[in-house]
Structures are given as structure tokens and as C-alpha cells.
């Protein structure tokens, strides 16, 4: 066996211990077996006592089971593109307070003339803002000697 790291996913591994314990092997040698096999990357003995004590009670699903509570939340907002509170809370159907509750604490934008901007530049935007001050700084520095030049 190659030095990297197999590509099991959970539900893989469970259903390898399945196999293992459907076979008829304790729980120590599923893990023996794992440990010889994937070396660093096998599974905890811990973990495996736990799914053969799960299949010991005829539960022989090897997804997770769904669990209670909040979901978590994912928040995306269009990337360069100020936006109002009041439009994403038409898009998503929740309130404006709670739109402006994520765009505040969870995304760490202000607010900016009725739109929300990040509070913060990152590099892009930062090199993007000092070239159009430069610019800025250039065009009206010019006119500022022109206008002198006339009076």
C-alpha cells in the first residue's frame, strides 16, 4: 500500500465494518483488520465498538442518523456587487432584520448610502481603489492647472 491516505468516506467505512460484522468477526478483530489494512488512517476502536453495537441491534443503516436542533446556516452574497438588505430579503422571503442581523455579524459588511459594502478590503479591491485614486488624483490635478493657468 502506497504512503497516502485512502479515499474511504464514512459511509464506506461503515459498510466495511457491515461487511466484518456480518461475517461473524468480534469487534477487536474488525479493528485489527482496519488497523493492518489502513495503518494510521484506520478508524478508532472506539468507533468501531460503536457501529458493531449498532448493527448488534439489527440497525444495519450505515448512514448518520438525522440529528435534532437548527440546521446550520450558509450565507452567500454576490462577490463586488453592493446589494441592498431589502432586495435579499425579497429573494429569500425572511425579514429585513434578520438579513441585516447575517450581513452585519456573520459577513462583517457595513453599511454604505443604503447598500451593504465589506467592511474591510481585501487585496484586490485595495490595489483596485489606489489605482482609481490615482487616476482620480491625475484627472483633477490637471484641471486644477488648467483652471490656474486661465486665471
Known amino acids: 500500500m502506497s504512503g497516502d491516505a485512502p479515499d474511504f468516506n464514512n ?31 484506520a478508524l478508532s476502536y472506539a468507533i468501531v465498538k460503536n457501529w458493531v453495537a449498532q448493527f448488534k441491534s439489527d440497525d444495519f443503516s450505515t448512514c448518520d442518523a438525522p440529528r435534532p436542533g437548527r440546521p446550520k446556516t450558509v450565507t452567500t452574497i454576490l462577490e463586488d456587487r453592493p446589494i441592498s438588505a431589502k432586495s435579499i430579503a425579497e429573494q429569500l422571503g425572511i425579514s429585513r432584520e434578520r438579513v441585516g442581523s447575517i450581513i452585519h455579524e456573520n459577513l462583517e459588511m457595513g453599511k454604505l448610502s443604503a447598500k451593504w459594502v465589506p467592511k474591510r478590503l481585501n487585496a484586490d479591491r485595495k490595489c483596485e481603489r489606489c489605482q482609481s485614486s490615482d487616476k482620480f488624483w491625475n484627472f483633477f490635478g490637471a484641471i486644477q492647472m488648467i483652471s490656474c493657468r486661465d486665471w
Not at 461475517?23 to 494510521?40: D, F, N
Open 11 to 41: 459511509i464506506e467505512a461503515r459498510a466495511i465494518i457491515k461487511y466484518f460484522f456480518l461475517q461473524g468477526k468480534a469487534t477487536k478483530e474488525i479493528h485489527a483488520i482496519l488497523t493492518e489494512t489502513l495503518g494510521e488512517y
